[in-house]
Structures are given as C-alpha cells and as structure tokens.
C-alpha cells in the first residue's frame, strides 16, 4: 500500500519548492491508489509560527489537491521520545554529558572543526550513564554510529540510483536534544515508521540525511521505505531559491494573487525537474496522474525564470494562458466573476456568459480581464485621445463622416454579429471609404481603444443602447 508524506516546517510561507514536493507525492498517491498524509513538522519551537501555519494552508487549499490525513508533530511528542529512549535501551545510543552552548545543540561546540563523536561519551558505562541521569544532569541522546565495523549505509534512491556512505564519515547525531525535544532526524523517522510511510518523496537538499534515516529505521525495526530524491529549485543565477534572498518570488501566493489558475500553476511546477518524456507540456490534473512516474525526473537542478522587474516566471504565464483558453465558457465566466466584481463591477452571469468568449483568448491570468473588458461593464468610458479616432491616411473629418454614418445605420442594423456586419460594410461601401477607415473609428468609439475584440460580436455584446451614445460622444469629441 502506498503512503506518501509531505512534511513541512511551518517557519515562512509556502516555499514554491514545497508545494512541488506535495504535488508531486500527491501525484504518486493517486496514480497508485494510495494515502497522502500531511503533517505538519512543528517540533522547532522557537521558528514555528501560527502565521506561518496559515500560510501554508492558504497556499495548499488554492492549489485544490487534498490530502487524506493530517498530523502535527508536536502532538506526537512521545512517540518521539520513546523511539529514543527505545534505541537507548537497546545500546544503539548512548547519553552525551557535554555542556552544550544552547540546550537546543545537537553537538558541543568545537570551534567549527570536524566532528563525529565524543569518546568519553560514547565508552561512558551504563552503570555511570544512569547514575548521572538520576543525578538530573542535563544530555543529548546520540545514536551509537557503527565505527568498528567498517560498515557502509546504502540505499536506491528513485531519482539518484545506488547511494553508499562509510560509516566512518557520519558522526554520531543526536535523536534528543538535552531540553527533552527530538531533532529533526528522531522525529521525521519515528513517525515515518509510526505512520507506515512507504515512500519518502522530498527535495534533494535532504539526500545526506538519509543514511542517518536508514540508521534509524533499523535501530526501530522498520524496514526504511523507499527514497525518491527531487531535483532542488534555482535562480536564473545558479543560487537557490530562497526564501530570505528572493522574497515573494518563491511564494506560492505570489501566483495566486497575480490570476493564475491552481490546475495550471501545477501544471507548471511539475515541469520544474520532471517531464511526461512525450514533449507534451500543457497537461491537465488527471493526465499528470496517469504518466507521472519517477522516471520522468531529472537530475539536474531545475531553474525558475524570473527578474528584478517581474517575479512571474514566463513559461508559467504561457501555460496559465493555455489553460485559460481550453476552459469552457461557464468555467472561465465563473472564474472571472470574483475579480471583475473585485475590480469594482456589477457583473450579471447572463451577461458575463456573452463577454467571456471575446475576452477569453485575450487575457494571460484572471486578473489581465478587468483592463481587458472594463468598457463592457462601465456605464461611461474613460477618457482616451480623439486622435485614436482617426484612421491611418485620413482624417478628423473622414472620422466624423464614418461614425455620423455609423450612428444613421446602427439605428436601425439588426444587432446580430451577421446583421451588424452586413450593415456596415454596406455604409462604407455607400461613404466610399475602406472597411477599416470605417470600423476603426466606430472600434475606439464604443470600446476606448484600437486593441479590442472583434467589433461585430462587441457591438452585439453591448446592445444599441449603449453604442449609440458611445459613438456621438465621439463625434462631440472630435468637432
């Protein structure tokens, strides 16, 4: 059975390279039938904020990828510290009396040098171990790493392949720390072991890590589950993506706020380090569950495009523009509606139903749609420059014989799109004008701009009753 994990710090915002990890673990669970279990690991208690916690669900709940279960790790706090002392008892670790320089040291001071164990420690005598113990002196629990043996911990990383590390290199890291609490490697492994994880899916800056996992499981009796290691997030300038250096540019919240739809902003992240291997791209959330596979991940570091100028990286923007040209019409309309309500219009379905279709393939995000569609909703026009009114060679006086003609035949057109078009390439045949020098005036007249949807169908969106007035204001602005 498949149980995958994602286990955050609740110490910032929702790191965009966190989000990959959970979409990918989701993605694992449910193309394998499987459990996804969030937990949240809130054992660092002096960095964990309530803040931070909301954060992270705000930006998991937008991504709309539930999970089946859910833990905090400070609820699990002894479970924890009976792992520990259950390695203890079985000679795997032993008690450290070292002074630390914070109760929240795993290892003593040493001046930045090189350590793996403290020898007086670790060949300290149970008898003397307990006593002092008794005696209510303060000490690191650290596991007893294998040095005699010459042993060397390996693993299959999904990702990375055969990975092998001499135990003679890893030093002897604490499980509990002398205030009591459990490091980080105590309490991720027990309850990974607790918890029946059976695929441990997380960023590649935690490689290392495992061979001290492996030591764990083992001293717990568990067999350690599988390791798929991901290729990390980087700058445009090799750095890692951070959240002190690049600030909003590593939110997940950056891109909802900037309009982007959730199933393609997934869509992009998992692009980040990972490929179906069929040069497709635009995948929606039940394709990327169908092919997504180890395989398909990359080695290498996966670069996130942005500058000083715009955190949006542009192959985000790309995909977040298909996706809103395959949606449906009452999909797109239903998601345009909060943000043209929010921009400050009253926005009817009925109506939104008959603007959505002009605007649909020519906004980026959700939010490109009120400067895009704002002369549909706005009762009158802002202000823009009467020279737009006139048409490439002519005239202001060629521009008011278009729109007066405009006016005398829009009175009485049938406002279908065919009914429209027929009327007025008829009166500018009768002006002896081109079809442009004629539709350009009567374009900026009603919509405010050269750049707008096709006229026929605007003119049949709006209605006579708001075009007409349009255009004789035109006419006004250019006598």
């Known amino acids: 059975m498949v149980r995958v994990r994602f286990a955050p710090s609740p110490t910032g915002y929702l790191h965009i390279g966190s989000a990959r990890t959970f979409i990918f673990n989701w993605l694992f669970a449910r193309r394998h039938g499987g459990t996804m279990i969030l937990r949240l690991d809130d054992t660092d208690v002096e960095r964990n904020t309530q803040a931070s916690v909301d954060s992270i669900f705000d930006g998991l709940k937008w991504l709309d990828l539930s999970w089946d279960e859910y833990y905090r790790q400070s609820d699990r706090l002894q479970l924890h510290t009976e792992a520990a002392e259950a390695i203890l008892a079985k000679g795997l670790a032993y008690r450290d009396f070292t002074p630390m320089t914070q109760p929240s040291d795993d290892k003593p001071n040493e001046g930045g040098a090189a350590w793996l164990c403290n020898p007086e420690m670790r060949d300290l005598s149970k008898e003397e171990s307990n006593r002092r113990a008794a005696a209510g002196e303060p000490f690191v629990i ?75 499981f083992e001293a717990l009796g568990y067999t350690p589950p599988k390791f798929a290691h991901l290729p990390l997030l980087i700058a445009p300038d090799g750095a890692k993506l951070s959240k002190r250096r690049h600030g909003p540019v590593v939110s997940v919240t950056t891109y909802r706020d900037a309009g982007f739809l959730a199933h393609a902003y997934v869509n992009f992240l998992c ?16 394709e990327l569950v169908a092919v997504f596979g180890f395989e398909g991940v990359n080695r290498s570091n996966a670069v996130v495009n942005f500058s000083d100028e715009d955190p949006i990286d542009p192959k985000a923007l790309w995909l977040n523009s298909q996706h809103l040209y395959a949606m449906t019409i009452p999909e797109l309309a239903a998601a345009l509606k909060p943000v043209l309500e929010g921009a400050g219009y009253t926005v009817e379905d009925d109506y939104l139903l008959k603007v959505t279709p002009l605007v649909q393939e020519r906004i980026k995000t959700l939010n490109d749609a009120p400067a895009v569609a704002d002369f549909f909703f706005l ?48 009166a500018a045949v009768e002006l002896g004008v081109k079809a442009g020098q004629m539709f ?3 374009r900026v007249a009603v919509c405010g701009r050269k750049n707008a949807p096709p006229l026929f169908e605007t003119l049949e969106v709006l209605g006579r009753d708001v075009c007409l007035p349009r255009i004789r204001r035109a006419i006004e602005l250019l006598k």
């Open 142 to 216: 650290r596991y007893r790493v294998p040095r005699e043996t010459g042993r060397v911990v390996t693993f299959t990383d999904e990702v990375y392949g055969e990975q092998s590390k001499s135990t003679a290199d890893i030093e002897d890291f604490a499980l509990l720390r002398s205030n009591g609490l459990p490091t980080y490697h105590m309490a991720s492994c027990a309850d990974d072991a607790d918890l029946r994880i059976s695929h441990i899916i997380r960023g590649q800056d935690h490689l290392t890590n495992t061979f001290k996992h492996v030591l764990i």
């Open 271 to 286: 692009l980040l380090g990972w490929s179906p291997k069929d040069d497709r791209e635009k995948l929606s959330r039940e």
């Open 379 to 426: 009762s009158e026009l802002a202000p823009y420059d009467p020279a737009e009114l006139i048409p490439q060679k002519g005239d202001a006086a060629m521009a008011v014989k278009a729109l007066d003609k405009a006016v005398s035949t829009l009175e009485t057109a049938e406002f279908t799109h065919d009914g429209l078009d027929a009327a007025l390439r008829a």
């Open 440 to 442: 350009q005036p009567i």
